[in-house]
């Protein structure tokens, strides 16, 4: 229930401070903001592990789960530090019983001390500790506004946006382009999703993509210069590779490198994710 982007009227973080108590019905009741984000989370599996029950007496041993909401697309990350006492007999105390969590530390919003990520997320950080006497087991939490601004999303998802990238992809390559749907939002995401899906997990479908290939063209728009900016903030970069294999004057001397002819065909100069051209062909 807890958002960053929304707090309540009291200005309490619900996270941090302990609400004042009031008698009976009188005292504020806007501890949650009726603009607050109700969290439909999505867990990370690359980035959630659990340990096993009987390594959470190591020293250190701790478990984490992150995951992003659905729906505000801010990110969360629960990390469990069973044995923070540092010895192997610190959790001695009955199996089973109910942390009582009490928060120790932390930075959110509205102090000095805001911490802000490289690409530009807002971090707020909790620590809590079980007030049980024998107990050793330390919660953080940590709450990171959405990765992708507003700017970028309106890129991703805008239809008209979208239509005019395809418009002019379609109006540079009109043949190769012909018969193609204008995508919809979905499609643009759905793309998205095929690319970084493949370069994180499928290291054999993980290739460069060609600026000129159809899907990403009517995607992203001519050599991806509409979304150049976004596709950099995602980790993307430009590759600049000669194209000798293209080049007609460099066909006799491949041919006797590699004891076999290559087949040529003509350069088509392009910028942008575009092969440059080669030395040899400069007059």
């Known amino acids: 229930m807890y958002d960053p982007a929304h707090p309540p ?11 004042p108590v009031f ?16 969290h439909k989370y999505l867990v990370k599996a ?19 789960v992150s995951a992003m909401c659905s729906r505000c697309r801010c990110h969360l990350q629960v ?5 923070s006492g540092g010895n192997a007999f610190a959790r001695q105390v009955k199996e089973g019983h109910i942390h009582h969590l009490v928060y120790k530390s932390g930075r959110q919003q509205g102090t000095s001390s805001v911490e802000v990520t490289e690409q530009g997320q807002v971090v707020e950080t909790f620590h809590y500790q ?12 940590r709450i990171l506004s959405p990765l992708i601004n507003p700017e970028f999303l309106f890129l991703l998802t805008d239809p008209e946006a979208i239509r005019l ?38 290291s054999k479908l993980s290739k460069p993509i060609s600026a000129n290939n159809k899907r990403f063209m009517i ?15 995602l980790g993307f970069t430009r590759r600049e590779v000669c194209a000798i294999s293209l080049c007609a004057k460099l066909e006799p ?23 440059p051209r080669c030395p040899l062909c400069v007059s």
């Open 219 to 233: 995607s992203f728009g001519v050599d991806g210069l509409p979304c150049e900016d976004f596709l950099e903030f």
């Open 130 to 141: 079980c007030s049980h006497i024998s107990c050793t087991t330390m919660v953080s939490l």
């Open 253 to 275: 001397l491949l041919t006797l490198l590699l004891g076999f002819k290559l087949a040529t065909s003509s350069a088509r100069s392009e910028s942008g994710y575009a092969l």
């Open 9 to 19: 009227g009291t200005g309490r973080n619900l996270l941090s401070e302990v609400p």
């Open 79 to 83: 990390v469990v530090n069973h044995n």
């Open 23 to 38: 008698q009976g019905s009188h005292g504020p009741q806007d501890w949650i903001s009726s603009d607050a984000c109700q």
């Open 165 to 202: 990238r395809a418009e002019e992809a379609i109006s540079v390559e009109p043949e190769r382009l012909e018969g193609m749907a204008k995508p919809l939002p979905i499609n643009i995401l759905d793309n998205l999703r095929l690319y970084l899906s493949n370069a994180l997990h499928n």
């Open 46 to 64: 690359d980035q959630t592990f659990l340990v096993q029950e009987e390594q959470k007496r190591r020293p250190g041993a701790s478990s984490k």
